[in-house]
């Protein structure tokens, strides 16, 4: 894979990231599991496309939730998005090598 084409894919991943912190702390937003959900699939998705850079697209979609809501409300149990975020990131860069052969 080009380098151009890995920082493409991570550029996507913060995108993917930014856009699931700002739906989470939207007025009226009280869905973690559904954000928890969304972060495991773009990361699975990151990490199969980046196998060999799963910690980077987990980082990449996963740093955003918690960056927000610890700066904001101090919300350190939002740190389980990254736990989420590697589990998924790894699922997919594993899967990845599972069907490359």
Do not use: C, H, K, Q
């Amino acid at each position: 894979m080009t380098p151009s084409r890995s920082w493409l894919i991570l550029g996507i991943a913060i995108a993917a990231g930014a856009v699931i912190a700002w739906m989470d702390t939207r007025p009226g937003w009280d869905d973690a599991g559904i954000t928890a959900v969304l972060i495991l699939v773009a990361s699975l998705i990151g990490g199969s496309l980046l196998p060999n850079r799963a910690w980077a697209a987990a980082l990449a979609v996963g740093a955003w939730v918690p960056l927000v809501e610890v700066v904001r409300d101090r919300n350190y149990g939002s740190l389980l998005a990254l736990a989420v975020a590697f589990a998924g990131a790894y699922a997919g860069a594993f899967a990845r090598r599972g069907l490359s052969g």
